[in-house]
């Protein structure tokens, strides 16, 4: 297991430089970063003061590894726009928005893998059919469209839940429905899948002619390998719900990090835009490197390979 960890942990590195060089790229890539900083009023000679102050007259080798060697130390630079360091605002924001994504993927979990589960163990019944139109639906439905629903009869008609803000837990509760909500045909759907395979399996069949009880030939036996590609897609779900909050956040007015981001664009804040992408980045590579762990201490035979 040692030896399995210790090669995606390599694997998971050299992507992360890839990704650092990327985002380093883009940056520059997108327009001179002095005329963004400077201001489109600016004259040349303030724009070329502001590229001297910044360093960005130097060459792109010297610039990348100066960047990354502020990254390694936990600066990852200043915000003209909102005059603090990024680090600070970051650490700020990223708390509502981990709330929100775990929270979400709660949701999606507690109705997708049951979903999935009985649909497969009852094929082609009632319950099957209307796991597969719930997800249906959840794909149909842009989460954007589903969060103003929630909003209508939650917030305005019913005048249950706030419509705004993230100051306490009843604040998430309609942006995780609606976040998580987006996710849950991908896992019911796998969930089903993998179960209807397993369930056919010869170890299966042989569980069931010993006369194990049906509950617990699906519960402990069946389950347990169907959910193998399933944590792989919960951790990229998990990671989409972390850096695709966007626009759940900005409906809800969400002090996160996916709201942050749209108002850096806006801004042309390209210190704070640089950050979030390889923050989430970042976050995208460990959850999917965790998920191989956990993939790899359920079947053993992905160590072995």
Not at 31 to 47: F, H, K, N, Q, T
Not at 167 to 173: E, I, K, M, R, V
Not at 195 to 211: H, K, N
Request: charged share 15%; no cysteine.
């Amino acid at each position: 297991m040692l030896e399995f960890a210790l090669k995606r942990l390599g694997l998971t590195l050299l992507v992360l430089v890839s990704v650092s060089i990327i985002t380093f790229a883009l940056v520059r890539l997108a327009g001179d970063p002095a005329v963004a900083l400077a201001g489109a009023e600016a004259s040349s000679e303030e724009v070329e003061a502001v590229r001297i102050a910044y360093g960005f007259d130097r060459p792109l080798t010297v610039q990348y590894f100066g960047w990354l060697g502020d990254v390694m130390k936990g600066d990852l630079g200043f915000s003209n726009i909102l005059q603090r360091p990024v680090m600070e605002v970051v650490m700020e924001r990223l708390p509502v928005t981990a709330k929100l994504a775990g929270l979400s993927l709660l949701f999606a979990l507690a109705l997708a893998i049951p979903l999935g589960v009985l649909a497969a163990a009852r094929r082609n019944s009632m319950l099957d059919r209307l796991a597969l139109s719930i997800a249906v639906v959840g794909q149909a439905l842009p989460n954007f469209f589903f969060a103003l629903l929630l909003i209508l009869i939650f917030g305005v008609t019913l005048r249950w839940l706030p419509i705004s803000g993230d100051s306490s837990f009843l604040h998430y509760l309609m942006p995780a429905i609606a976040l998580g909500y987006f996710s849950t045909p991908a896992i019911m759907r796998l969930t089903r899948a993998g179960m209807i395979e397993v369930l056919e399996s010869d170890y299966i069949r042989t569980a069931r002619a010993m006369g194990l009880p049906r509950r617990r030939v699906i519960l402990k036996h069946a389950l347990r390998n169907a959910l193998i590609p399933v944590v792989s897609l919960t951790a990229v779900q998990l990671g989409f719900m972390l850096s695709g909050s966007i626009i759940v956040e900005s409906v809800f007015s969400m002090n996160g990090i996916g709201r942050l981001g749209w108002q850096s664009i806006q801004r042309t804040d390209l210190e704070m835009m640089q950050a979030l992408v390889l923050i989430i980045s970042v976050i995208y590579l460990a959850l999917n490197y965790f998920a191989d762990l956990l993939n790899g201490l359920l079947d053993p035979r992905l160590r072995v390979q």
